[in-house]
């Protein structure tokens, strides 16, 4: 393939657990006294970190979350995952075609990442290779992340091809210089939302998981 290192996002690539995150988010903005609907988060907040989504939240709103917003959603995210959540339809095959180096870059922090990706049974497929927005300055939409990764792994970003399935995400991989392909077989995804990707920057939007490997093997040209 044409390509050193495939970078891959986790929530709403590798797991399909963005609607249960947004659920948990939701009820607890409207215990704060904050009316927000999934459509909006959705909208704003996929694909940033939790801090940057609670930062922009209180400045909007005017109030503060308090300390114990982000560990009252850990938990009950954390709960709701273990009963509900599923490794995205179709990525098990996909990573078993793949001929080359992959990785996590992911806006979740590693503790997250590893109980999330083991519920799903894919963290050991990366395991050391997952990497979190916390051990870089800043999150996406910044490139910070996959440049990071890019580094840790010793692939050049020309080379390297970031599936996303958010509009930070495409923005931070053209940023960092890599090729970016848009995902939208997350049940989050509306109509429209793989146009919006392309309008981002992503070089081919896929729609599920079977159709990955082919889009990679036609995007190897363009990487050499």
């Not at 909007?60 to 995205?88: I, P, Y």
């Not at 049940?187 to 146009?195: E, I, T, V």
Request: aromatic letters at 6%.
């Amino acid at each position: 393939m044409g390509w050193d290192l495939v970078i891959f996002d986790c929530d709403g690539v590798l797991i399909d657990s963005e609607l249960l995150t947004i659920g948990v988010e939701v009820a607890l903005l409207a215990e704060a006294g904050i009316a927000i609907t999934g459509d909006e988060i959705i909208e704003r907040y996929v694909g940033t970190s939790m801090a940057a989504m609670i930062a922009d939240l209180e400045a909007r709103f005017g109030r503060s979350l308090g300390d114990n917003f982000a560990v009252r959603h850990a938990l009950q995210v954390k709960t709701l995952f273990e009963s509900e959540l599923q490794a995205m339809p179709g990525i098990g095959g996909v990573l078993d075609r793949l001929p080359g180096k992959i990785c996590v870059a992911s806006s979740s922090s590693p503790e997250r990442l590893r109980h999330t990706l083991g519920i799903a049974g894919l963290y050991q497929r990366f395991h050391p290779y997952v990497f979190s927005a916390t051990m870089v300055a800043r999150g996406k939409p910044a490139p910070d992340l996959f440049l990071h990764a890019a580094e840790r792994m010793g692939a050049a970003p020309r080379r390297c091809v970031v599936i996303e399935d958010s509009l930070p995400g495409i923005e931070a991989a053209v940023a960092a210089g890599m090729t970016a392909i848009g995902f939208t077989g997350g049940s989050h995804c509306r109509d429209g939302h793989g146009a919006r990707l392309a309008a981002a920057g992503a070089a081919v939007v896929v729609e599920a998981m079977p159709e990955m490997s082919p889009a990679l093997a036609a995007l190897s040209p363009r990487l050499r």
